[in-house]
């Protein structure tokens, strides 16, 4: 078990530049090649999910260095149940085997033909040298849709890097948490020739971005976290392109047709859209002026801050505990957490072994069966088929 300073490893997070062809760039230079040159010598910029994740990936860093750190200092409830999720889940694959050896933020790389391809950094990479195999982990705190790990060029790349790395690993096992859904995928990565497969595919990528005339072709996966979107032609003009609204009346049959074409250009075009907003409230921000626009103060939103309190007023005026309580919304992953933590904590002292998912599951069942939850069923969302 790898013992580092989980302090110098946060701060080497926090420092960390990434290579240009680094593995989660790689789907999206796959898809428009023409991103590698347009974004090269534009700034990084970090939104407010890229903020939270780096907070988080630093806080999970900090629990398998260092339990007894600060890691949770800062994080809500939220925040911290996520982690719990990540760390029991990791907690319970060390605790399947014996020998093995876990490696947080280690930075790795990817080599052909005697060059550096890439570099990149597993989250977490855990060997067991003894069965030849290797598990990558990666956290996704998130709540968009991802790749799963058997189509993730991330994921391939990471699993190609440790299998290069150590001699005796034939097998890589990929795992992408997905917390906030409560989502897993899992893929092995297995064989030499696999493999190669990989480091030949990034490197064809590698070779197509870096020519003088790679093309850039506008798409919602490839643009949605380009920084060169609003220096890129291709993109405003597919973004803002009017077709979409000259179209004549058609039958049915022929607007669902039309549909995929349409669909696809409103994905890119509600991405342009928020990007033009965001750096609109940037620049202003920073003491630019934009003629005709400014800033005007959020409104305030009033938010419940003393259940006690609140409810002792309420009682005052004649409200029964019952009718109170109707009013009050539970906030269900909360709640979950703070009975896992007392289940875990009551099987301890009753020297009992109990992990946190053992016990989430025993108490999500019982909420569900006993009718204190409901599962609601929400309306069907559109959405884009995965090609295969
Ligand atoms: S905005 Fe889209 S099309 Fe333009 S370079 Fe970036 S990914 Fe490519």
Redesign the pocket.
Known sequence: MENKNAKAVVEAMNDRSHHPFSPSQLE?IEL?P??FS??RDLPERAGDAAVEGTRLHAAMAMVLLDPNSAWDEGLNQDQKSLIDICESFVAEILRSGSGMSYYVEEKLRLMQDGAVLTEGTPDLYILDEEHREATVIDYKFGWGEIEDAANNLQMAALAAMVWQTYPSVVRVRSILLQPRLHGKSEHIFEGEGVFLNIIGQIGKIIDRASAPDAP????KK??RY?R??LQ?P??VAAGLSTNMLTLPPKPSCDLALAMPDLLDRVELCEVLCKEIRDRAHQLISNGYVIPGWGLRPGNKVRKGQDINLLYSIMSELGCTPEEFVNVCSVKIGECEAMGVEKMVARAKSAGQDMTKRQAAEILSQRMIESGAVVLEQQKDRLVKKKTQ
């Open positions: 999206a428009c023409g991103r347009l974004c850039r072709i506008p798409g490839q643009c380009c060169g979107m890129c291709e993109a």
